[in-house]
T-cell receptor, first 115, second 114 residues
Framework: AQSVTQLDSHVSVSEGTPVLLRCNYS??????LFWYVQHPNKGLQLLLKYTSAATLVKGINGFEAEFKKSETSFHLTKPSAHMSDAAEYFCVVSDRVNQGGKLIFGQGTELSVKP | KAGVTQTPRYLIKTRGQQVTLSCSPI?????VSWYQQTPGQGLQFLFE???????NKGNFPGRFSGRQFSNSRSEMNVSTLELGDSALYLC?????????????FGNGTRLTVT
């Protein structure tokens, strides 16, 4: 069965410092992994996706993630945090079912950015 | 291109009532999925529709149902509401619903059951 574990429920950084949000996954086959962001009272927005083309994936707003099969990790990073990055971030694995898929979400990491 | 539109944004219902939520996917998208988001359980998959057929279903009781119309618009219905059904319900669409396709989410319908 597919699953994801986000290792931190809350991360706090200062503006201008690096961001690291950690995610480990479990999958019985080559996974499709995503990071989504959710701002308050909003839906989810796709940041980036990994589908086996390249292990380092670049996303929107300066975020990137590295797929490490040996560590079963897919951590999200950004070199310099901005106040607008404050939101909840979800690591997601897609489960293949019946010719389609369903997303399995981690519990989320709330990112706070201090001025 | 318009995004995924969910209506209404907010709903307040009483225990025992039923409710219908609506979702209009991005034009050209044929797959619509529904997710429930609560503080305790996080985001959980409800079901997915593709070309008017329910293709996948999550582990929710039969009180939760849905349908998809020929124009790909979808509705979900919850009957005999319980307090625990209070949640943000998110709809998402994708062109074909393949497992590795990103989903495009609406802003959700926040349901409060009193």
């Amino acid at each position: 069965a597919q699953s994801v574990t986000q290792l931190d429920s809350h991360v706090s950084v200062s503006e201008g410092t690096p961001v690291l949000l950690r995610c480990n996954y479990s999958s019985s086959y080559s996974p499709s992994l995503f990071w989504y962001v959710q701002h308050p009272n909003k839906g989810l927005q796709l940041l980036l996706k990994y589908t086996s083309a390249a292990t380092l994936v670049k996303g929107i707003n300066g975020f990137e993630a590295e797929f490490k099969k040996s560590e079963t990790s897919f951590h999200l990073t950004k070199p310099s945090a901005h106040m607008s990055d404050a939101a909840e971030y979800f690591c997601v694995v897609s489960d293949r079912v019946n010719q389609g898929g369903k997303l399995i979400f981690g519990q989320g990491t709330e990112l706070s950015v201090k001025p | 291109k318009a995004g995924v539109t969910q209506t209404p944004r907010y709903l307040i219902k009483t225990r025992g009532q039923q409710v219908t939520l609506s979702c209009s996917p991005i034009s050209g998208h044929r797959s619509v999925s529904w997710y429930q988001q609560t503080p305790g359980q996080g985001l959980q998959f409800l079901f997915e529709y593709f070309s008017e057929t329910q293709r996948n279903k999550g582990n929710f009781p039969g009180r939760f149902s849905g349908r998809q119309f020929s124009n790909s618009r979808s509705e979900m219905n919850v009957s005999t509401l319980e307090l625990g059904d209070s949640a943000l319900y998110l709809c998402a669409s994708s062109p074909g619903g393949q497992y590795n396709s990103p989903l495009h989410f609406g802003n959700g319908t926040r349901l409060t059951v009193t």
